[in-house]
């Protein structure tokens, strides 16, 4: 099946700072998604995006298919963004989820 | 709209006995998906599911573990003689359509405990 890998495994910043988080997948896919995971644990929807750029806010995501990747990037991060960040790859029937990036963003 | 329900959202059962973990996909859903994760770890596929039918299990461990979608209520993920090992977060996500041609949501998780 499909092989979905995502950079950095850790993430610590100073609040107000920017970063990009990567996702690599290893196939062809139907579509992508980017989920935030909370520190209580629940999974929020960021993006969904099979191709081109979203932004909503301080956040914004690219998707470039036909080299297998995407990319997040939080702008100006607070402390409430910490977390882990999750890409989903669709293919053929199912979702795939990456390992994550854990984002620490201090005070 | 609600969201994707799952209840319990915790779960405690001993060893040997059975867990029944249950999803009620958004309205309009007819596609379910299984995660399980372990603390500190990512989600990992079990089975996807349309109504009444099991799509993909590839994710499904072969002994103890099942799941169905009736064509009435929730999707119900059904662990047998829970071990130790079973501990751990179980999601589920539902979508209008598969193959990723909609966007899927998750529920909250059901936290399952086996002492």
């Known amino acids: 099946g499909i092989q979905v890998e995502q950079s950095p495994p850790d993430l610590i910043l100073q609040e107000g700072a920017n970063s990009t988080l990567r996702c690599n997948f290893s196939?062809?896919?139907?579509?992508l998604q980017w989920f935030h995971q909370n520190p209580w644990g629940q999974l929020i929807n960021l993006f969904y995006?099979?191709?081109g750029t979203k932004q909503n806010g301080r956040l914004s995501a690219t998707t470039v298919a036909t080299e297998r990747y995407s990319l997040l990037y939080i702008s100006s991060s607070q402390t409430t963004d910490s977390g882990v960040y999750f890409c989903?790859?669709?293919?053929?029937?199912?979702?795939?989820f990456g390992a994550g990036t854990r984002l620490t963003v201090k005070p | 709209n609600a969201g994707v329900m799952q209840n319990p959202r915790h779960l405690v059962r001993r060893r040997g006995q059975e867990a029944r973990l249950r999803c009620s996909p958004m309205?309009?859903?007819?596609?379910v998906y299984w995660y399980r994760q372990l603390p500190e770890e990512g989600l990992k596929f079990m089975v996807y599911?349309?109504?009444?039918?099991?799509?993909?299990e590839s994710g499904m461990p072969k002994e103890r573990f099942s799941a169905e979608f009736p064509k009435e209520g929730p999707s119900i993920l059904r662990i047998q003689q829970v071990v130790r090992g079973d501990s751990a977060a179980y999601f589920c996500?539902?979508?209008?359509?598969?193959?990723?041609?909609?966007?899927?949501?998750f529920g909250q998780g059901t936290r399952l405990t086996v002492v």
């Open positions: 995006i099979p191709s």
């Open positions: 989903a790859a669709y293919n053929n029937n199912d979702m795939r």
């Open positions: 309205k309009g859903h007819s596609h």
């Open positions: 196939d062809s896919v139907n579509n």
């Open positions: 996500a539902s979508s209008p359509l598969g193959t990723g041609a909609t966007e899927a949501f």
């Open positions: 599911l349309q109504k009444e039918n099991i799509i993909d």
